[in-house]
């Protein structure tokens, strides 16, 4: 059973850093590509951003490019999301996710979703 632990939520004022780490076990992690997705209150989920499972490339929402940065650890099963400049429209639960595919924008392609963590951002 796969199971993804989100942490590093919380409140951050506007304009501090975060980082997000995602635990994953039940799975061979590093023949996976991961991502993070979020979700604001009344809002759609989005596609935040993904690293392939080899040769960790990176890819990025528009809203997010130059501001959030997407590692991982493959020793220790860890997905990181290292986030800066935070402002208040940021603020969502941010979302672990598996994929079961390539298309790393669409949500179907996600297999597996974690809980999520809170992102509050205050001014």
């Known amino acids: 059973q796969v199971q993804l632990v989100e942490s590093g939520g919380g409140l951050v004022q506007a304009g501090g850093s975060l980082r997000l780490a995602c635990v994953a076990a039940?799975?061979?992690?590093?023949?996976?590509?991961m991502g993070w997705w979020r979700q604001a209150a009344g809002k759609e989920r989005e596609f935040v951003a993904a690293?392939?499972?080899?040769?960790?490339?990176?890819y990025y929402g528009d809203p997010v490019k130059g501001r959030y940065t997407i590692t991982r650890d493959n020793a220790k099963n860890t997905l990181y999301l290292h986030m800066n400049n935070l402002l208040p429209e940021h603020a969502a639960v941010y979302l672990c996710?598996?994929?079961?595919?390539?298309?790393?924008?669409?949500?179907?392609?996600?297999?597996?979703w974690g809980q999520g963590t809170q992102v509050p951002v205050s001014t």
């Open positions: 996710a598996v994929y079961s595919g390539s298309f790393y924008y669409r949500r179907e392609m996600v297999g597996h």
């Open positions: 690293i392939s499972r080899m040769n960790h490339t990176t």
């Open positions: 039940g799975l061979s992690f590093n023949t996976y590509a």
